[in-house]
């Protein structure tokens, strides 16, 4: 992710391909409150504005459908949580990011019945910023053991490897989960999810993530702003941090690299950082003469997270430093715990739209751009949440197919609120 909104470069000319995709719908309950399908829902109360939120996905060209997102809010409207999670690893990434999901739903669900006594309050309204932050913190340790148990169990043969009875799946004394024969299970998900707390005259933005499922906040009077922290082998704070994990517990650390073309090795490819945690300036002033390519229409170079020529049997290539699930990695540095962030917004200063979205979208987008059409079709064109929602995956779709073409354009999820 470009360290601005606006650090951007031009694209080049592209072809355009033919269009498809398939389009998931459907509420996953009975609960109005509660979706995982591009739906609307409008909640009001006298203390607040009205929120409008739309969630909705597009599959991809790949075989699995990785990409889920959820939404919910409490029985009064004034705690809205919703989030966006992508799959990476074929089935088990779809397993992954639909365990992490469900559990989101059903932590939420629980917590929004479970009334303060003498109150007509729930938990989740009663929450002070630093409960919520560390109840998100359990959160995501706890989807991710989930996620890990569901990877043990699992008896389907998608990922070619079966837990028939004949040779079961077990977790070893790291933590990872192996099939029989002692190879890595490999999958895991990005997690981004976002909690809009509404008072009278303000909202308070809660985000917690691991990987890049980026979330946005636009505003109508003033410049977007990154709500999330994208966790790539680019980001200079994931390289300091891998770096000073302690040699006795991650004796083989990651390499963040930069992804050359015809270099098949990645570990052979250049480092991202120099030992001094700066960046390799002859890569950063001249990409692409040095051998690497883009991989979105920002002109970010590709880069991944990968182990050392010594490592083979747990050997490990991801395009992020921090996930839930791909335990195997965890041993070299990968991490499950999220980054939280937070945000006062002030209803009375600026309207806002809080978008949170997979990669599927983003790599189609430069930002600035996405920020201008979002903004033109909800104040200018005033088309609603739900327009706006089907708008931004169509045109992401599009996109996809005539950057990257039919065969590998990504699956894309969205979630989007609007708080007016």
Same mark, same amino acid.
């Given at each position: 992710?470009?360290?601005?909104?606006?650090?951007?470069?031009?694209?080049?000319?592209?072809?355009?391909?033919?269009?498809?995709?398939?389009?998931?719908?459907?509420?996953?309950?009975?609960?109005?409150?509660?979706?995982?399908?591009?739906?609307?829902?409008?909640?009001?109360?006298?203390?607040?504005?009205?929120?409008?939120?739309?969630?909705?996905?597009?599959?991809?060209?790949?075989?699995?459908?990785?990409?889920?997102?959820?939404?919910?809010?409490?029985?009064?409207?004034?705690?809205?949580?919703?989030?966006?999670?992508?799959?990476?690893?074929?089935?088990?990434?779809?397993?992954?990011?639909?365990?992490?999901?469900?559990?989101?739903?059903?932590?939420?669900?629980?917590?929004?019945?479970?009334?303060?006594?003498?109150?007509?309050?729930?938990?989740?309204?009663?929450?002070?910023?630093?409960?919520?932050?560390?109840?998100?913190?359990?959160?995501?340790?706890?989807?991710?053991?989930?996620?890990?148990?569901?990877?043990?169990?699992?008896?389907?043969?998608?990922?070619?490897?079966?837990?028939?009875?004949?040779?079961?799946?077990?977790?070893?004394?790291?933590?990872?989960?192996?099939?029989?024969?002692?190879?890595?299970?490999?999958?895991?998900?990005?997690?981004?999810?976002?909690?809009?707390?509404?008072? @009278?005259?303000?909202?308070?933005?809660?985000?917690?993530?691991?990987?890049?499922?980026?979330?946005?906040?636009?505003?109508? @009077?003033?410049?977007?702003?990154?709500?999330?922290?994208?966790?790539?082998?680019?980001?200079?704070?994931?390289?300091?941090?891998?770096?000073?994990?302690?040699?006795?517990?991650?004796?083989?650390?990651?390499?963040?690299?930069?992804?050359?073309? &015809?270099?098949?090795?990645?570990?052979?490819?250049?480092?991202?950082?120099?030992?001094?945690? &700066?960046?390799?300036?002859?890569?950063?002033? &001249?990409?692409?003469?040095?051998?690497?390519?883009?991989? &979105?229409?920002?002109?970010?170079?590709?880069?991944?997270?990968?182990?050392?020529?010594?490592?083979?049997?747990?050997?490990?290539?991801?395009?992020?430093?921090?996930?839930?699930?791909?335990?195997?990695?965890?041993?070299?540095?990968?991490?499950?715990?999220?980054?939280?962030?937070?945000?006062?917004?002030?209803?009375?200063?600026?309207?806002?739209?809080?978008?949170?979205?997979?990669?599927?979208?983003?790599?189609?987008?430069?930002?600035?751009?996405?920020?201008?059409?979002?903004?033109?079709?909800?104040?200018?064109?005033? @088309?609603?949440?739900?327009?706006?929602?089907?708008?931004?995956?169509?045109?992401?779709?599009?996109?996809?197919?005539?950057?990257?073409?039919?065969?590998?354009?990504?699956?894309?999820?969205?979630?989007?609120?609007?708080?007016?």
């Amino acid at each position: 992710m470009a360290d601005d909104l606006n650090d951007v470069a031009p694209p080049p000319p592209l072809t355009r391909a033919a269009t498809g995709f398939f389009h998931t719908t459907g509420p996953m309950n009975g609960d109005d409150r509660t979706f995982v399908g591009p739906e609307k829902t409008e909640m009001k109360h006298s203390l607040w504005p009205t929120a409008i939120i739309y969630g909705g996905a597009r599959k991809g060209a790949k075989q699995f459908q990785e990409d889920s997102f959820f939404y919910c809010s409490s029985h009064s409207g004034k705690v809205v949580f919703g989030g966006v999670l992508d799959g990476h690893g074929g089935y088990n990434g779809m397993l992954a990011s639909q365990f992490a999901r469900d559990h989101c739903v059903s932590f939420f669900e629980h917590h929004k019945s479970t009334m303060i006594e003498n109150s007509d309050i729930c938990e989740v309204e009663q929450w002070s910023v630093d409960e919520w932050k560390q109840r998100l913190s359990k959160l995501f340790s706890d989807m991710h053991e989930i996620i890990r148990e569901r990877f043990v169990n699992d008896v389907s043969e998608h990922d070619g490897i079966s837990n028939d009875g004949n040779g079961k799946r077990y977790v070893d004394e790291k933590g990872i989960v192996r099939a029989a024969n002692g190879d890595p299970i490999h999958g895991g998900t990005t997690a981004t999810v976002l909690v809009m707390i509404r008072e @009278k005259g303000y909202c308070t933005l809660i985000t917690a993530n691991v990987g890049d499922s980026t979330a946005l906040l636009l505003p109508t @009077k003033s410049k977007a702003e990154f709500l999330s922290v994208d966790h790539g082998p680019e980001n200079p704070d994931e390289f300091a941090r891998i770096a000073a994990l302690p040699s006795n517990s991650h004796p083989c650390k990651l390499m963040l690299v930069y992804d050359k073309t &015809n270099v098949f090795r990645k570990y052979e490819c250049p480092c991202v950082f120099k030992d001094d945690g &700066n960046k390799d300036q002859a890569f950063v002033s &001249n990409p692409w003469g040095n051998g690497l390519h883009p991989t &979105n229409v920002r002109y970010e170079p590709a880069v991944y997270a990968v182990t050392p020529r010594s490592v083979s049997k747990d050997s490990t290539c991801i395009a992020m430093t921090r996930a839930l699930g791909d335990f195997y990695a965890h041993q070299f540095g990968l991490t499950s715990i999220p980054s939280i962030n937070v945000r006062v917004c002030s209803h009375e200063v600026d309207t806002y739209t809080v978008v949170i979205a997979s990669d599927g979208v983003w790599d189609c987008w430069k930002y600035e751009d996405f920020c201008t059409f979002i903004n033109d079709l909800i104040y200018k064109k005033k @088309k609603s949440i739900h327009e706006v929602g089907e708008m931004i995956l169509d045109e992401s779709i599009q996109r996809a197919i005539t950057n990257f073409g039919t065969k590998h354009f990504d699956d894309a999820a969205i979630v989007l609120w609007q708080s007016k």
